[in-house]
């Protein structure tokens, strides 16, 4: 008798543990290619937005973004080659680009950072070339003239 309730408690502490998972990640959806490979996957509050990680795949299954949502509003999102590689990572607060937003080559090394404030690109750029060694600094200003003249 004693071991049928230690089971049945260990039972109890489980399901509430799943149910309680469950209930934080939401409602799954899922979203097939024609051949049948995943394309993305989210994760739905009761409020119907979106909540979690939110993942697109290529047709070939490798990942190709993945977008962190909290309540309805984007925290990050990072894209990335076909080859699986990360290609760019860009954080937001409040749906809006606010950090700093690194960009790769197809090799995985990186290519840019560039510092956003408010959606404004606000702070001197690094960029690298495709063997990770670092190329001279270029501020936002002589970007913008050279694209003038």
Not at 2 to 18: E, P, Q, R
Not at 47 to 75: P, Q, T
Not at 101 to 114: M, Q, R
Not at 135 to 146: A, G, P, T, V
Request: net charge positive; hydrophobic share 30%.
């Amino acid at each position: 008798m004693y071991i049928l309730l230690i089971l049945c408690v260990i039972c109890y502490i489980f399901y509430t543990t799943k149910s309680l998972e469950e209930e934080k990640k939401g409602e799954k959806r899922e979203v097939f290619y024609p051949n049948g490979k995943l394309l993305a996957r989210a994760y739905f509050n009761k409020k119907g937005e979106i909540n979690g990680i939110e993942e697109r795949f290529y047709e070939n299954g490798v990942i190709k973004a993945k977008i962190e949502w909290k309540n309805g509003k984007i925290k990050e999102i990072e894209n990335y080659y076909d080859n699986g590689n990360i290609k760019s990572r860009t954080p937001f607060v409040n749906d809006i680009i606010w950090g700093t937003v690194e960009s790769y080559y197809k090799n995985g090394k990186l290519k840019s950072k560039v510092h956003y404030i408010n959606g404004i690109e606000k702070e001197v750029l690094e960029s690298y070339n495709e063997l990770g060694e670092k190329e001279k600094k270029l501020d936002l200003d002589s970007l913008l003239n050279r694209k003038n003249k």
